[in-house]
């Protein structure tokens, strides 16, 4: 643990505020950009390529760059070749496909796709020259190659966020039959469509205040939704449930001393059929010695707390939630980012830092993509994307097992000593 130095997985030319990984093709998503201020900062959402280079490490090729306009992506969900964008009041869909293609130049690019040679891509490593380098360097031949070819088409847009003075989408989740799409804003309502028809199922005033984080549970199809007013609400369909309350596992904290930051679902660890959902509560103010963060879990089934943990005085910005349930990873506002055993909350890596500034999104590599194993020797691998444009890859490693000769070694020691102190019962 402590401050180390963690190399850039890929740099974008604009801020990034969200990062998400599509599994079947193999795609890491990422995007954010400038909004509609005339700086020259665009918008656009990057489709990546990431390998592995040896056994622990990473490198990544940009493959497709979309632009959005005048409209930054804060926040996105990503399935079944969907993106759902969160841009502004308003939530933008969009298609897109992979497909590779026989090409006789090694590199082209055209209005709607950027391609790039297989064997190039592969011959890369990770850094800021990375693309300059391909483009430079003349390792492919003028025999037809098989390039990947992405293509992104928007398909529809609806209204996500009302609020008549500043709208903006908070979140946005797909379920997990992927038949709804749910979002929630800055005027404390939860939209719900039918996907993909987009289709309104439900429009209804989850929080008195702007919504920071929702998710639904993939056995009882129960809705979480944590809110700035103080509440994390339990919803089924638009009929309030119940209300969950984190402090009667910390009874000495006084009420709204702290709020709901975000809320994941996520699998109960090595227990079969066993589903947890984790919250995240920060402090409401901010004081000169700042009080710790907390984590709960609870049991996904009956919504009962069952521990709850301080997680650090760095005030959590984002969480995610490993597909195996056994790692939680969370980002910071000092740019630090962590990932926590789920089992007991302890805190199992952490870099001090390692953004310049607030670590706007977290995700876990799975462990298949494409049907490949991309986490290498590795226990998990954490993506995390943040404002100063980078996107890093942070590696829990696996212990080494103890060498043969060690494992003797140690015992012929114990052998002897037990031997000693038969012979020698008085001296040892």
Not at 126 to 141: F, H, I, M, Y
Not at 178 to 188: A, E, K, P
């Amino acid at each position: 643990m402590g401050k180390k130095k963690v190399l850039d997985l890929y740099r974008a030319p604009f801020p990034l505020y969200t990062v998400k990984v599509d599994a079947t093709t193999g795609l890491v998503i990422t995007a954010g950009g400038g909004g509609p201020s005339k700086t020259g900062i665009k918008n656009a959402v990057h489709f990546l390529d990431v390998q592995m280079v040896g056994k622990n490490q990473y490198s990544s090729s940009l493959l497709h760059s979309h632009d959005t306009d005048t409209r930054a992506t804060i926040n996105m969900a990503v399935g079944d070749g969907v993106i759902a964008a969160g841009q502004d009041g308003t939530c933008s869909l969009m298609r897109f496909k992979l497909c590779l293609q026989k090409e006789e130049n090694a590199t082209h690019r055209d209005g709607n796709a950027l391609e790039l040679s297989n064997a190039r891509r592969r011959s890369g490593k990770a850094g800021k020259g990375n693309l300059e380098n391909r483009s430079t360097t003349g390792d492919v031949s003028d025999t037809r190659n098989e390039t990947v070819q992405i293509t992104v088409t928007n398909i529809a847009e609806v209204l996500s966020d009302l609020n008549p003075h500043d709208p903006l989408q908070k979140v946005v989740r797909f379920s997990p039959d992927m038949n709804l799409l749910l979002t929630g804003g800055t005027d404390g309502y939860i939209r719900v469509w039918e996907f993909p028809s987009l289709e309104k199922k439900f429009d209804f005033k989850a929080h008195e205040k702007e919504i920071d984080d929702l998710d639904m549970s993939t056995i009882s199809k129960q809705l979480v939704t944590v809110g700035r007013d103080f509440v994390c609400n339990v919803w089924s369909d638009n009929q309030l449930v119940t209300s969950l309350n984190w402090l009667e596992t910390m009874p000495q904290i006084a009420e709204k001393t702290y709020r709901y930051m975000a809320c994941r679902f996520g699998n109960g660890e090595d227990e079969k059929d066993a589903i947890r959902l984790y919250t995240v509560q920060i402090p409401h103010k901010r004081d000169k010695k700042p009080p710790p963060c907390y984590i709960t879990k609870w049991d996904g089934k009956t919504l009962l707390p069952m521990l709850t943990s301080p997680c650090g005085t760095e005030v959590i910005s984002c969480l995610a939630v490993s597909d195996s349930g056994r790692f939680l990873g969370l980002g910071t506002v000092n740019g630090s980012v962590a990932v926590h055993i789920a089992f007991s909350l302890q805190k199992l890596y952490y870099v001090h830092e390692s953004h310049g500034i607030v670590v706007t999104d977290v995700v876990f590599l799975p462990n298949l993509m494409k049907g490949q194993n991309i986490k290498g020797n590795n226990k998990a691998a954490l993506l995390s994307v943040a404002v100063d444009s980078r996107c890093q890859v942070h590696t829990v490693t696996k212990e080494r097992p103890i060498p043969p000769w060690l494992f003797f070694c140690g015992l012929i020691i114990v052998g002897m000593l037990l031997i000693l102190q038969y012979l020698f019962p008085v001296l040892i």
